[in-house]
């Protein structure tokens, strides 16, 4: 057993960042970045309840008013999402080390079955997202009617009319409910923002936040195919 | 030969402050050029190996657990005794002292145990920087509590678990010298001999226990502490693996052993359950502050506790001890229930055991304030016997707990061996024939961060130390005769393990030098110990071989130095015409049955020195000299 | 009643391992779990075979030497329970019952049940105390600390050290371990002055054992012997956070070797 390691010496950013600790932060603060595009998100798309106008001029608004905030939006997302897989696949690599050889029996006693499937939540959620982008957002993939560029409301309405699309969406988006109500309360965790009374509050807070936004989601698709929206 | 305890001249008060100033120094520079071995990391080693370590000398630190957070002052509930008088309740460093001389049946030496009561202000002091969280009031100062043998308020303590709280300072304290690279922690090791250069402790022989490798250890002076020897008995309230060997080997070596037959039987323990049984396990004696002790008025009764009546039981302590009732000490509820259970008023399947009911406590208190004052005891009873004691008077029996006896040790601590030093239970010190609650604490933590850092420098100061090679033939010597004893015990092969052997060991022990002992008992006992050890060189099994993990060769070995050990407790126990304390005679007792101290002839500690393995061994008497307190009969009618 | 016993049998690191199965008959609702094991390895000492190697040594739950897992659970089916504490009447006549060891990259197997948990002395040697040298203590009533900060500060002590927190976790993490330390020490005015420093060099040590990383899903809370409450992950967090932000360049950095030997 002559597994000799030395702790190396860095810089504390670095130092920082290689730690698990420094990682879990950094996954809190991405995670909470894109929470906030979440709601905002959300805030966003149940326009879709009002006359068409409102969506359509949501939509000009952002891609032609505020077209060079909206990068900066996109790059804070797009660098957010990056670093939050990254040190979730390096944590996940780290914790695969950490136990190599595993149990051949082994129950769970205490944890939530949301808290259990984040690394399945997170990458199916992630390639919901890349299909979600090509669909509404760059018009590749669209299913059933052609895609028109700026016609918000008609995309989304002709887009989950497909039963499949709307069906995929609302899978994605509760796995999007789970690995929110664990992640919200972790990130608080994670930070260090924790005590026995506010811990009670938050978890349970976090469960109806994600409960909210997966109803606030799927009442679009549920509502076009139920005909609500037209 | 004659014992010399060094206890300076002069008033008690100020003998230590004299004894230190008249000690030898070593100067800062030269503390790094000598080199302690500290064997053992309970409260007395984790805490002096951190003392030493941090005055700069070169310490080696040995334990055979895995880490030495595991040492077994770990399992002390209580707490931890201290002259503090934060009560304003008549508490002074007298008083400690003074109950601490009494409640040991003037049976110690005035005084450490005044020196004792001296250090124990300054170890509250010391835990609570270490971060001890002692139970504090709300106001922000640390609370009190009441034990047994005392009438004021002087124990400190962190809910049920301050010994685990106390040994986590010590052991904090020592990771912090190890990893200043002062202290060298050696873990999973055993210490198998001591190596005696020129009359002059010089180093230990050790065994891994896990590589079976073995090691020699050269040091300037050697400090052992490694516990009591309660073990010896098989089920005590002892870790598994507490023994005997490091201090029973420096006694073969020449160290004296004093008073070995001064054991503690603790009344409150959770009663046999079977012959698979490996432990006991004690419940606090608080536990007795609210319940009631009793055993059914007619014999072998066997109806369940609640459906016997009240005018059927008997309440036998409130009866025998009317002022006391069920607060008498240790000792004397001990003597009584085993008395009551030989008569055949025994409890429970096995019929040893007797009641503690709650249930008048709970009627007049409430069942919340008894789950505040005892829930977690309570919790750790069901858990163990599956009754609620809520609703079920709990059974309890008394168990071999703690062991006075030890290494004779001067005022200085050391032994009869120059350059051997030995702290806490190992050592005979500090109470007498018997320990009041709360003091083995206070002791193992007042020797080694306390004193030892003092005494040890004297020692240094005045001794020279040639170097010594492994080749010296005193090493070698050594080497060779703990090499050869493992040898032996791997060859035998017989048709019996060691646990067999040490279960039957424990039982000649305990039925004939446990709660009550007689010369005749006693003399049978030797004969039947010796009878089964030599049984034992014939017929013991050791499985596997001497490289690698092996737990039946470690037993094998502590078992053969108990088969030893148990005969010198006999001989003492023989020796000692008188009761006192936990050491209690049937032919000496007074008209109502209690214990008949005799001044006149056994005012001593009783010192053993070996003289061979075939012959008998040779007795020293330290008499004991009463100044301050003067001894009388304890009464508790 | 009668149990078959399914232990891992592992004659040394080097060894492959697998698991064997023993019948052990008359076993009594009252023994515990360790005491069936103790009635095991007499028959197999008297078989002439190796007996089991396992940790022990209070038998009363706090000197967390033993432990391994038991149907799949850290310590066993009791909440709050040690395995020298777990009766056998929870148990069924005639069940199969798997014990494993801890299994975790910082724990290195031993011999059967038995692993070596030295990285978790190496994570308070960082840094895991108060520094105080002997003899410099202050008055203990000098300084007041209120009652529920010494109950926050003894929830935390309650630690017995026994790596069940690592064994439990699915990332093999000793967040519950080194975050008990912290907050015990940490919530205490004595350690407060340290607490930046000891985080840092504490965290710093978990990592570089090899152990996981928390993802606060809480199986180590429900595994503890003594229920340590999953907010000392928390504080571990919050002192790691804000000394990373206070860190000055001179803070020594632990170095420390991992594994030294069995």
Known sequence: MGNTGVIPHHPHPVSFWQSSNGKKVVMAVTGAIMFCFIV??????????????????????????????????????????????????????????????????????????????????????????????????????????????????????????????????????????????????????????????????????????????????????????????? | MKLDARIPSGPIEEAWAKACFDMKLVNPSNKRKHSIIVVGSGLAGGSAAASLGELGYQVKCFCFQDTPRRAHSIAAQGGINAAKNYPNDGESVFRLFYDTVKGGDFRAREANVYRLAQNSTKIIDQCVAQGVPFAREYGGSLANRSFGGAQVS??????????????????????????????????????????????????????????????????????LATGGYGNVFYLSTNAKGSNATAIWRAYKRGALFANPCFTQIHPTCIPVSGDYQSKLTLMSESLRNDGRIWVPKKKGDTRPPNQIPEDERDYYLERRYPSFGNLVPRDVASRNAKTLCDEGYGVGKTGLGVYLDFSEAINRLGEKTIRERYGNLFDMYQRITDEDPYKVPMRIFPAVHYT????????????????????????????????????????GLSDGYFIIPNTIGNYLATHKFPKVENSHPAVQEALTTVKSKIDKLLSIKGKRTVDSFHRELGKILWDYCGMARTAEGLQLAIGKIRTLREEYWKNVTVPGAGDDLNESLEKAGRVADFFELAELICIDALDRNESCGGHFREEYQTPEGEAQRDDEHYSYVAAWGYTGPDSAPELTKEPLEFQYVHPSQRSYK | ?????????????????????????????????????????????????????????????????????????????????????????????????????????????????????????????????????????????????????????????????????????????????????????????????????????????????GFGNCTNIGECTGACPKEIPLDVIAKMNRDYLCGSFQRRDDLPTPITPVVEGA
């Not at chain 1, 080390?97 to 944890?111: F, L, V």
């Open chain 2, 404 to 443: 006075m006896g030890g290494l004779w040790v001067d005022y200085e601590l050391q032994s009869s061996i120059p350059g051997l030093f030995v702290l806490g239970e190992a050592n005979f010190s500090d109470h007498g024939a018997n320990r009041l609650g709360a003091s083995a604490l206070m002791q």
């Open chain 2, 154 to 223: 002087r124990t400190f303590y962190a809910r049920g678990q301050t010994g685990q709280q106390l040994l986590l300072g010590a052991y904090q304290a020592l990771e912090r010298q190890i990893h200043a690279g002062t202290v060298k922690m050696i873990s999973k090791t055993e210490m198998l001999d001591l190596i005696v250069v020129d009359g002059q402790a010089r180093g230990i022989v050790t065994r891994h226990l896990v590589t079976g490798e073995y090691n020699i250890h050269i040091a300037d002076a050697v400090i």
């Open chain 1, 40 to 230: 905002g998100h959300m805030i966003g798309n149940l326009q879709m309840f009002l006359p068409p106008e409102h969506i359509n001029a949501y939509g000009h608004f952002l891609h032609h008013d505020i077209t060079e905030e909206l990068w900066i939006i996109r790059g804070i997302l797009l660098l957010a999402l990056a670093l939050h897989v990254t040190a979730t696949v390096q944590l996940a690599l780290r914790s695969q080390a950490a136990r190599p050889i595993g149990y051949s029996r082994k129950e769970a006693i205490n944890s939530s079955y949301a808290s259990r499937t984040m690394y399945w939540s997170g990458p199916i959620v992630l390639a919901f997202l890349i299909f979600h982008l090509l669909q509404f957002t760059a018009g590749y993939i669209h299913p059933q009617a052609q895609f028109v560029a700026g016609d918000v409301y008609g995309n989304v309405a002709s887009g989950f009319r497909v039963w499949w699309v709307s069906a995929w969406y609302i899978f994605a988006l509760c796995l999007l409910g789970l690995h929110l109500s664990h992640g919200l309360w972790s990130a608080f965790q994670s930070i260090g923002c924790a005590h026995p009374r506010l811990t009670r509050c938050l978890k349970i807070s976090a469960q109806a936040i994600a409960v909210l936004i997966v109803l606030g989601y799927i009442s679009i698709p549920i509502s076009v195919l139920l005909g609500v929206i037209k």
């Open chain 3, 1 to 209: 009643m009668k149990v078959t016993l399914k232990i891992w049998r592992q004659k040394n690191s080097n060894d492959k391992g697998q698991f064997v199965k023993y019948a052990v008959d008359d076993v009594d609702g009252e023994m515990s779990i360790l005491e069936c094991l103790d009635v095991l390895n007499e028959s197999l000492i008297l078989r002439g075979e190796v007996p089991v190697a396992f940790e022990h040594d209070c038998r009363e739950g706090i000197c967390g030497s033993c432990g391994f897992v038991i149907n799949g659970v850290a310590h066993g089916p009791e909440r709050a329970t040690t395995a020298c504490q777990l009766t056998m009447r929870h148990f069924k006549d005639g069940d199969e019952i798997t014990l494993e060891p801890w299994r975790a990259k910082a724990f290195p197997l031993v011999k059967d049940l038995v692993v070596n948990r030295r990285a978790l002395d190496h994570i308070i040697e960082a840094g895991g105390y108060i520094s105080v040298g002997t003899g410099q203590a202050p008055e203990a009533n000098g300084l007041p600390i209120g009652k529920e900060v010494a109950d926050q500060s003894m929830d935390a002590a309650a630690c017995i050290g026994c790596g069940a927190c690592v064994a439990a976790c699915p990332n093999a993490a000793a967040a519950l371990f080194t975050g008990a330390k912290i907050t015990h020490l940490g919530v205490l005015p004595q350690g407060e002055t340290e607490k930046d420093r000891r985080a840092l060099a504490m965290v710093a040590q978990m990592n570089a054992e």
